[in-house]
Nanobody, 123 residues
Framework: QLVESGGGSVTAGRSPRLSCTDSGYTYSTYCMGWFRQAPGKEREAVAALDSDGRTNFADSVRGRYRLTRDNRKNTLTLQIDNLKPEDTGTYYC????????????????????WGQGTQVTVS
């Protein structure tokens, strides 16, 4: 089970942090990431990391989004720097076990487990 937290209405320019805690089985091989669904748009992968240490970001967020994983707590944190209006959307945490992420964010692949989503609204 994935549980996200940290969303809300945030002023542009701030640096919010979204967290995702995975209370399910801990895989030694995994891909875990954040997906964003902006209003009126399809859900897209924006940041992902895997057990091999690979980290992928969408071009639109590279340089402003950072990922960290606390393996002891099974928590994945998305740090968004210099929040912009285009960051508005529902952010979903997702993961899959047994396979690492692909070579780029576009090749993240199908995720197995999803969180309920957390809304980020840039004001």
């Amino acid at each position: 089970q994935l549980v996200e937290s940290g969303g809300g209405s945030v002023t542009a320019g701030r640096s919010p942090r979204l967290s995702c805690t995975d209370s399910g089985y801990t895989y030694s091989t995994y891909c875990m990431g954040w997906f964003r669904q902006a209003p009126g748009k399809e859900r897209e992968a924006v940041a992902a990391l895997d057990s091999d240490g690979r980290t992928n970001f969408a071009d639109s967020v590279r340089g402003r989004y950072r990922l960290t994983r606390d393996n002891r707590k099974n928590t994945l944190t998305l740090q968004i720097d210099n929040l912009k209006p285009e960051d508005t959307g529902t952010y979903y945490c997702a993961t899959r076990g047994g396979f690492v992420c692909g070579p780029s964010i576009a090749h993240t692949g199908r995720m197995e487990y999803w969180g309920q989503g957390t809304q980020v609204t840039v004001s």
